[in-house]
């Protein structure tokens, strides 16, 4: 029996049925569930059209992640940048390739994963994620990739052995003593850095590296004296394994800007390193788009890589939208099913380009629509700090005066924040928010309600605010689509 219809590059309508959907050809649930898998669909791999969905590529970020790989042994980096930005996609990447290359050993902590705000379920965490009983091989494999030639067997069976009892003082720590864990992880620490001193002179080889994704929600660690002291030998032993005794490499990585300030006034700004991830430039903008929107067809019709965008819908998306990589894939997502008229035998490709481009429209339409009315009424809502519902009272860490509970701005202070971010292209110097009239405590009060974002200058990174001139920190709007929802706001109040 014939299918209904099928398409040009000769697959059929049920083809298409999703991987991990009953029906599939093609489907290998076992595979497609493999973490990090970065392939995209190609005939020594055919994947199909939803694979993207389950695992989006790794797109570009070469900057960053090069920076990420040849950090020096001991760096505590305080990683920064907007929401949605890639920052947790660069992390896990750089996890999967130091575990790929046998590099060293990350240990990734998700602060998003549950709720870590005291000693104990923190280093519950922290020892689940450091897969002890894997350490071993990779700085054994490590240590000979490292040095390039056979160690001798004795040495190898000193090192292995004095790894084995580090791993199981480790193994044997109870979760519910944080103290202890983080002595025997450092003593752990120590007996890696051993095994490669008089072989490779301190290189990173097999290097363990601490990650903490959103790790602005340590501000949310139980508040009794108690499990205070427990946070602040925390951050304590970060800065020691890293700055001190060279054990680790740490990387803090946060959506909030003002975690640098937090973490300033805790251990002491001179000792992390900052760095910034923010947007993806136009050029980048445009193939991250591009790569979303046809990937997922490609296996089927190779020639839709050659698809041309039609250049007015891509201005007015990407006017809207930035940079922002989430909301690029998320925009891509939706409009790529429209790619499937072009590839049915025997269209009028003519005409089927006119109707795909008019059906994206339409799509592209409803879709910034609605998150235009979202976006509004939530920044509406800075008009009457007041009146703020309770999930919206965010105290600040930065500042004693921002324990209080409710909102520290006026509606005329709100009001004129937005009208300088919005008359400066999105971007305003702080000193110059300052200088206007907005009060130090109004002005951080709407960043840590996230009203406004707070950018300070990194070591590195933070390419896409490069056409700014002015001084920094600097005030800006979350997203582009928040900075049109500040214009919005204005517009309703004449402004």
């Known amino acids: 029996m014939e299918e209904p219809w099928s398409f040009a590059c000769g697959c059929s309508l049920k083809d298409l049925?999703?991987?991990?959907?009953?029906?599939?050809?093609?489907?290998?649930?076992?595979?497609?569930?493999?973490?990090?898998?970065?392939?995209?669909?190609?005939?020594?791999?055919?994947k199909l059209m939803a694979r993207r969905r389950i695992a989006p590529f790794f797109y570009n970020r070469a900057l960053e992640l090069g920076r990420l790989e040849t950090a020096g042994n001991g760096e505590l980096l305080v990683l920064t940048g907007p929401p949605n930005s890639g920052k947790s996609a660069l992390l896990s990447e750089f996890k999967e390739r130091m575990q790929a290359e046998r590099k060293g050993f990350p240990i990734l902590i998700d602060m998003r994963a549950g709720k870590f705000n005291t000693a104990a379920s923190f280093s519950r965490e922290l020892k689940a994620k450091s897969a002890v009983p894997l350490i071993s091989r990779v700085v054994s494999e490590g240590l000979k990739a490292a040095v390039g030639v056979e160690i001798p067997e004795e040495v190898e069976m000193e090192t292995g052995q004095a790894l084995k009892e580090a791993v199981q003082h480790v193994e044997?720590?109870?979760?519910?003593?944080?103290?202890?864990?983080l002595e025997r992880l450092e003593a752990l620490f120590s007996t890696v850095k051993a095994s490669f001193t008089g072989f490779t002179h301190g290189a990173a080889a097999a290097f363990p590296t601490l990650i903490i994704d959103e790790a602005n929600r340590l501000y949310e660690w139980s508040a009794s004296h108690e499990e205070q002291e427990n946070l602040a030998t925390l951050q304590e032993w970060l800065v020691m394994i890293t700055k001190q005794k060279k054990l680790a490499n740490v990387v803090l990585a946060s959506s909030e800007d003002s975690f640098r300030i937090w973490m300033g006034n805790r251990v002491g700004r001179e000792r992390f390193t900052v760095a910034v991830v923010g947007d993806l430039g136009d050029e980048e903008s445009f193939e991250f788009f591009m790569r979303g929107l046809t990937s997922p067809w490609e296996y089927y019709c190779p020639s839709v890589k050659d698809y041309v965008f039609p250049q007015a819908l891509w201005e007015e998306i990407h006017g809207y939208v930035g940079g922002r990589m989430l909301l690029l894939d998320r925009v891509a997502a939706k409009l790529s099913p429209h790619l499937a008229c072009l590839m049915v035998k025997g269209a009028d490709m003519k005409e089927r380009s006119k109707e795909v481009e008019a059906e994206m429209k339409q799509t592209w339409n409803s879709f910034m629509v609605s998150l235009r009315s979202a976006l509004y009424n939530e920044m509406l809502l800075g008009c009457g700090p007041h009146s703020l519902s309770a999930e919206w009272k965010r105290p600040g860490p930065t500042d004693a005066a921002l324990a209080e509970t409710k909102p520290l701005w006026t509606k005329e202070e709100y009001l004129q924040l937005l009208g300088m971010i919005t008359a400066r292209s999105g971007v305003v110097s702080e000193d110059e928010v300052l200088a206007a009239g907005v009060s130090e405590q109004a002005l951080k009060s709407l960043i840590m309600h996230n009203f406004a974002h707070y950018r300070d200058i990194g070591e590195w990174g933070g390419t896409d605010l490069a056409w700014y001139k002015g001084g920094f920190p600097v005030v800006m709007a979350m997203s582009m689509p928040y900075f049109h929802a500040m214009k919005d706001v204005l517009a309703r109040h004449g402004l």
Request: charged share 20%; hydrophobic share 25%; net charge negative.
């Open 172 to 181: 044997s720590a109870s979760p519910d003593n944080m103290t202890i864990l």
């Open 17 to 46: 049925i999703p991987d991990y959907l009953p029906g599939s050809p093609h489907a290998n649930q076992e595979e497609l569930e493999q973490p990090g898998s970065l392939e995209l669909p190609s005939e020594e791999n055919p």
